[in-house]
């Protein structure tokens, strides 16, 4: 019976790991053994250090700690982790898969062992946080203090013909940017007093978070509060250790951070016109100090001013574009003599950020081996791609983009809400517009930007990993690992909301006022029926929150806050605060008004509340000085006064029709083009657009959606066509809109960066064609809306009487 029963258990054992027939286990833990890791006698360092990671973290599931043997030979059944070139895996076929390749690695199980092989340094450590991720272990967990589950028994699942993987894109990275209110200032005073800055201490482990996420660029912090990178001792060898390569931001050339190390004391100003020596030598002694380090870097060419701004000198355009022409060439003069290596083995990056682009667009030539490194507009939507000419560059190019951001119309630095849908759709066009080489993402502080920030660096290691309808499925599957399979649905539901409340308008901007010039808050231009329906959307954020909270473990409980908690309430808080203060100018009732002060007031209490225990309580006051509640000092920040806005109230809301843009009732592709839906995109969750999202004219025969509506009255109707506002190379995106069997009228839907429209659609994130509609009568009637390229997106349409 006892033997019955053993086998029993057994079989079902077996089942539990295997649930799929195509899937084999390699079982790493359970109640009688652990498995042993098997490394090469020589192996580098840090893969010695994450292989060390891995047997640390695997005690801390099971309570049992994998003995690690260096080895050069194959001896009993276990673990063996190392380098495609070691002499463990000379004899092996997986080796000569990964061998001399860019961070590649493979996972296989071969009879009783893994063989986990990488084909560098790098793309071994990949391998290990691999296995480390499919345990259940987070790359958060130590940046968002997502500890382990315990579990008794430990498998690893893989695909029957094991993991072979490699990047999509090549250099991938983020930008410490803005850091001047939470990470410099919890660095400085809570996790690296003894440097009293961001330093090594702090950059160790900013640098294996990026190795957990399958990075590997760093563009170091950069504001006046932080001293330059390489001022610290210890943070470019901390870079060395870690492997990280080290470029710098686009207002840094030749690897200098002006804002801390550019003396006009001492150098004078910083213009090439007048000052040519002085700046080539500043240049110089950079590259000589790390002519005798061993640190990988990508070098940013060109010139702008000391910070984010034009460079000095320059008259006009044309000799703008000049000078910068012979910088590039004098600085790659200075690299080659300096690293005795041809040009094109030496990474090099332009980033033609703001006014640079249009140096660019005028005919500035960059050398065919750097890598043009297209900016976004700051608000999450890319300005320009590589033609079909310039993707055929040698340096390739990629992509700089914003989940956090400082300037003008308006910073949003506190919470971090840019949509998925929209760093999926962004990212997938640029990357099948050739955009393969680098991509950075600047992450301000890197907290709240947890999620974001993982799933901008997942596209990057594989662009096919998430399909245009599998948003949600990695969101859950994020939120399983993070807090627990019980809440996975729910908490994607919550961030879904999230996401597509802050699209509509991010918290930062609920006080309808602006930056740069700094303006007062005013009322903004949501109807009453809107404001209602926004403080009730949030309010059920905040009652699902509280509902799973109870369900959460203990051990996540301080991840749920800093993931979950902060960022929705902090947003649905910051809404109620403006949103009350907006009903209290509408108003009459006296009570009502008193009521709706409170209200407002008692939402900007909870966030001081939340932000208090975030800095003081949470995880034991590790995160003390981590989280700012008013960035900047800007007035939407503020407690709201009583209102003075009594006698103005918002514009009324007359019924109106929405159709997502989903719901067409016929459409008509061209060739390979068709329309699909990007499942959490845009106000509608469903916005569409053309693929393939490789850059594609239509002349002859335009691609259409067709919807369908029905109006009760006869009369004149609005009919506005909401797009987001996505950029064109060549500023000609159209769209043709008829109207039943009138005739197309056509419309230009982009607009050039810093205009009033520009702010306008990037504050809203929409771009609205609006069509007069005369006479209609009383039925169903027809919108057709046609495009001219790709990378037009349709988000939804709303019909109104005028």
């Not at 063996?80 to 296989?108: D, H, P």
Request: glycine share 4%; aromatic share 12%; net charge neutral.
């Amino acid at each position: 019976m006892n033997k019955f029963l053993a086998f029993i258990f057994a079989i079902l054992t077996l089942t539990s790991y295997s649930q799929n027939k195509n899937s084999v286990d390699f079982s790493i833990a359970d109640a009688n053994q652990t498995a042993t890791i098997y490394i090469d006698k020589n192996t580098d360092a840090l893969i010695v250090w994450a292989v060390n990671d891995l047997a640390d973290n695997i005690k801390e599931i099971t309570g049992k700690r994998p003995e690690i043997i260096p080895t050069n030979s194959f001896l009993k059944s276990g673990i063996y982790i190392g380098e495609s070139s070691s002499n463990l895996f000379q004899s092996q076929k997986n080796s000569k898969e990964v061998a001399n390749q860019w961070e590649k690695f493979s996972i296989q199980k071969e009879k009783e062992n893994l063989l986990v092989i990488g084909s560098d340094v790098r793309g071994t450590v990949y391998a290990i946080f691999e296995i480390a991720e499919r345990l259940g272990i987070s790359p958060w967990k130590w940046w968002a203090d997502v500890h382990p589950l315990k579990k008794e028994k430990v498998a690893l699942q893989l695909p029957r013909k094991g993991i072979i993987s490699a990047p999509s894109v090549q250099y991938r990275g983020i930008f410490l940017n803005d850091e001047d209110w939470a990470l410099q200032p919890w660095a400085a005073k809570t996790f690296e007093p003894e440097t009293g800055d961001i330093g090594p201490k702090t950059y160790e482990k900013i640098f294996q978070l990026l190795l957990r996420l399958k990075a590997n660029t760093i563009w170091s912090a950069m504001h006046p509060s932080t001293k330059g990178f390489f001022t610290l001792p210890g943070n470019k060898e901390m870079a060395q250790k870690y492997h990280i390569i080290i470029g710098s931001s686009h207002a840094e050339p030749m690897l200098r951070n002006n804002v801390d190390e550019w003396k006009p004391k001492i150098y004078g100003e910083y213009n090439y016109f007048t000052n040519k020596t002085q700046v080539d030598k500043y240049w110089q002694d950079r590259l000589d100090e790390l002519k005798s380090a061993q640190n990988e870097t990508i070098m940013t060419v060109g010139m702008r001013g000391v910070h984010d701004s034009k460079m000095e000198g320059a008259k006009d355009l044309a000799a703008s574009i000049e000078m910068v022409e012979k910088i590039i060439v004098n600085q790659r003069e200075m690299l080659s003599n300096t690293f005795k290596k041809r040009l094109s083995a030496i990474p090099q990056a332009f980033v033609p950020y703001k006014e640079v682009l249009e140096l660019y667009d005028n005919g500035l030539k960059v050398p065919d081996d750097i890598t043009l490194v297209w900016p976004d507009d700051n608000y999450g939507y890319i300005r320009r791609l590589s033609n079909e000419e310039e993707q055929k560059r040698t340096g390739g190019s990629g992509v700089y983009y914003h989940i956090s951001y400082w300037g003008r119309p308006h910073d949003y630095l506190w919470l971090s809400t840019t949509q998925p849908g929209l760093i999926w759709y962004e990212m997938n066009k640029a990357y099948e517009n050739g955009a393969k080489k680098m991509w950075i993402v600047n992450v301000g502080d890197i907290k709240p930007a947890e999620y974001d920030t993982e799933l901008f660096l997942d596209l990057a290691w594989n662009i096919n990993s998430i399909k245009s309808d599998g948003l949600n499925d990695y969101l859950k599957d994020w939120a399983s690992r993070e807090f627990s399979s019980k809440v996975s649905a729910e908490v994607s539901v919550i961030f879904e909301e999230y996401y597509r409340l802050a699209f509509l308008r991010k918290p930062e901007y609920m006080g309808w006022s602006q930056t740069e010039p700094t303006t007062p808050v005013k009322l903004s231009d949501f109807s009453e029926e809107e404001i209602w329906n926004r403080i009730k959307a949030y309010d059920k954020l905040i009652d699902k929150v509280n509902n799973l909270s109870d369900l959460i473990p203990a051990e996540r409980k301080d991840a749920w806050f800093q993931l979950v908690v902060y960022p929705v309430k902090g947003a649905a808080y910051m809404n109620h605060k403006f949103l009350y203060w907006n009903l209290e100018a509408t108003t009459s009732d006296e009570n009502q008004k008193e009521k709706y002060q409170v209200l407002a007031s008692e939402a900007y209490q909870k966030i001081e509340e939340l932000t208090d225990y975030y800095n003081t309580k949470l995880s034991n006051g590790k995160w003390k000085h981590m989280m700012s509640m008013h960035p900047r000092d800007l007035p939407v920040f503020d407690a709201v006064k009583k209102n003075t806005f009594s006698k103005e109230s918002p514009k009324s809301s007359s019924k109106q029709i929405v159709i997502q843009a989903n719901q067409f009732i016929s459409e008509k592709g061209f060739k390979d083009y068709n329309w699909k839906t990007i499942n959490g995109l845009g106000y509608s969750n469903n916005a569409v657009t053309l693929f393939a999202l490789k850059q594609q004219y239509f002349k002859t025969e335009k691609p259409f959606v067709l919807y369908e509506f029905e109006i009760e009255n006869a009369g004149d109707y609005e009919i506005d066509i909401h797009l987001l506002p996505t950029h064109s190379n060549n500023f000609d995106d159209e769209i043709g809109v008829q109207l039943d069997r009138n005739k197309a009228q056509f419309f230009k839907i982009n607009t050039r960066d810093r205009d009033k429209t520009w702010k306008e659609n990037v504050l809203r994130n929409s771009a609205i064609v609006k069509v007069a509609a005369s006479n209609l009568q009383k039925g169903k009637h027809s919108v057709k809306v046609e495009v001219n390229q790709t990378g037009i997106v349709l988000d939804y349409i709303t019909v109104k009487a005028n």
